[in-house]
Nanobody, 128 residues
Framework: QMQLVESGGGLVQPGGSLRLSCAASGRTLNYYTIGWFRQAPGKEREGVSCISSSGGNTNYADSVKGRFAISRDAAKNTVYLQMDSLKPEDTAVYYC?????????????????????WGQGTQVTVSS
């Protein structure tokens, strides 16, 4: 089995930065596309970003493009989400998940079907 654990969330002022980590145990992440998702109170879960198993392909939601950057470190079995220029609307619980699909905007929207392994989430709050 594989377990995913997110960390790095917290309270930050608008314009600030956070780096989220998604660490895996039980098996390597090297064979999986990894996605970051978020869910704010009263809203549906949405795809934020994904990175292919090789790291060669990445995709971002329009709302975070240019501000967030996803990366992976195979040696550490960890995927990161660097979040810069944070806005209050970025406030949500952030989840990482592993799947076997390609990293595309379409696959991000089909997360119920395509991502089978999920972490428990980490809270990100952007507030002044």
């Amino acid at each position: 089995q594989m377990q995913l654990v997110e960390s790095g969330g917290g309270l930050v002022q608008p314009g600030g930065s956070l780096r989220l980590s998604c660490a895996a145990s039980g098996r390597t992440l090297n064979y999986y596309t990894i996605g970051w998702f978020r869910q704010a109170p009263g809203k549906e879960r949405e795809g934020v970003s994904c990175i292919s198993s090789s790291g060669g392909n990445t995709n971002y939601a329009d709302s975070v493009k240019g501000r967030f950057a996803i990366s992976r470190d195979a040696a550490k079995n960890t995927v990161y989400l660097q979040m810069d220029s944070l806005k209050p609307e970025d406030t949500a619980v952030y989840y990482c998940a592993a799947g076997e699909s390609a990293c595309t905007t379409l696959s991000l929207s089909k997360w119920r079907l395509l991502y089978g392994y999920w972490g428990q989430g980490t809270q990100v709050t952007v507030s002044s």
